[in-house]
């Protein structure tokens, strides 16, 4: 009866008896063994972002395509993007600012994460809330820019310094883009104020600030791209 139960036990196992596509199959279905150290909140933000990452890419792609294949005069970045001051153009000053304002970001999340797993309710909160206060801000330079290019003249449809591409290609990725910062700013505020309620606290379990870090240096990664694609080529 020993050797029976033990066998009807193993045959019960995921994969058991099993090769090749099947024991996969088994594997991921089963969420057994692909992902068995992995909480579902975690694994499901690591789907988001790698679906995430497929359409940044395309839009990246597509930039590329059309600003290779277009007849007309790309403009220049470093001149279309400078940042007047005191009667001084300085080229591509505010990205400059701005990708600094997200990478110094990118560190203070990973201070409140750090923070969040040693248990200290307040410096979580406070590195997270610091963090989002960047986020805004750089949404708010974010936010000069596009008021800036849109008085020079330039529209999605149109623009006066060259190829017509060049503002549908920027008001559609640094909008996406902004979106997503947008979005990240009020879901780290949200998580920010569960922390100082205590609510992880009373639950043991601080992983979901480490999932809103997963999301904001994914957004800042990105950034980096759009930055080297978009304003350096």
Avoid: C
């Amino acid at each position: 009866m020993a050797v029976e139960s033990g066998q009807r036990h193993e045959s019960t196992q995921p994969g058991r008896g099993e090769s090749g596509w099947q024991s996969l199959v088994s594997d991921w279905a089963a969420d057994r063994a692909t992902f068995r150290n992995v909480s579902w909140g975690k694994a499901m933000m690591w789907i988001f972002l790698l679906s995430d990452t497929f359409v940044f890419t395309l839009l990246l792609v597509g930039y590329m395509a059309v600003r290779l294949t277009t007849p007309l005069a790309w403009p220049d970045t470093s001149e279309v993007f400078a940042l007047t001051i005191l009667g001084h153009e300085f080229p591509l000053l505010l990205i400059a600012i701005m990708t600094f304002i997200l990478i110094t970001s990118s560190g203070t999340m990973a201070m409140a994460v750090n923070f969040g797993y040693r248990r200290n309710r307040r410096m979580a909160a406070l590195f997270l809330l610091l963090t989002a206060l960047l986020g805004a801000t750089f949404v708010g330079l974010q936010v000069y820019e596009w008021t800036d290019l849109i008085g020079k003249g330039v529209r999605p449809w149109e623009n006066p310094m060259g190829a017509p591409q060049f503002g549908a290609a920027f008001f559609m990725i640094t909008g996406f883009h902004g979106l997503h910062v947008s979005i990240g700013v009020l879901y780290l505020l949200i998580v920010a104020i569960k922390v100082l309620k205590g609510h992880y606290d009373r639950s043991g379990d601080y992983e979901p600030v480490e999932v809103a870090g997963l999301y904001w240096h994914f957004v800042d990664l990105v950034w980096v791209f759009i930055f080297a694609f978009f304003y350096l080529l």
